[in-house]
């Protein structure tokens, strides 16, 4: 006698699940392989002139709890750590539109909340991810360049 295996029941090690991660000029994504749980920062660049901000415009992760999320977020930070300024836009470029914007990431900022969730359980989770207070952006929680 067979059993189908309903997929809440099965024992799923997320830590072993690739992730994929989109990198651009004005916006940089990692998710988990398979499953609706992304992590998405944009080069705040791409509306104003300031070089090497960056805003963190999600973190969605299905399930919770699991430890997904600062997976996700430690990629995101990791691939943001490689921008450094050498990056330019070269269709922009081509088209005689040289700004000089570029890749360049200094800092990340969040504003926790949002989408119904809970600010304070969001405000510990970035916390623990190497987020701070910055009297310069009240109201959000900042990642800078090591």
């Known amino acids: 006698m067979s059993r189908s ?38 080069n705040v660049s791409a509306w104003d002139n300031s070089q090497g901000a960056w805003y963190l415009n999600r973190v ?6 699991k ?12 691939t943001l750590l490689d921008h450094k300024g050498d990056v330019k836009d070269n269709f922009r470029a081509a088209c005689g539109q040289t700004d000089g914007r570029t890749d360049r990431f200094d800092i990340l900022i969040v504003e926790p909340g949002g989408y119904g969730s809970d600010p304070k359980r969001l405000n510990k989770f970035y916390k623990r ?5 910055d009297a310069a952006y009240p109201g959000a929680l900042v990642w800078r360049r090591p």
Do not use: C, M, W
Not at 6 to 34: C, F, M, P, W
Not at 67 to 78: F, H, N, P, T, V
Not at 129 to 133: I, K, M, R, S
């Open 5 to 42: 295996i309903n997929r809440s029941e099965a024992k799923i090690d997320y830590n072993t699940i690739d992730l994929q991660v989109v990198d651009t000029l004005y916006h940089v994504a990692a998710s988990l392989k398979g499953h609706r749980s992304v992590a998405e920062a944009s």
């Open 129 to 133: 991810n190497g987020f701070v207070e």
């Open 67 to 78: 430890g997904i999320g600062s997976r996700l977020l430690r990629k995101l930070q990791e």
């Open 60 to 65: 969605k992760v299905e399930p919770e709890g």
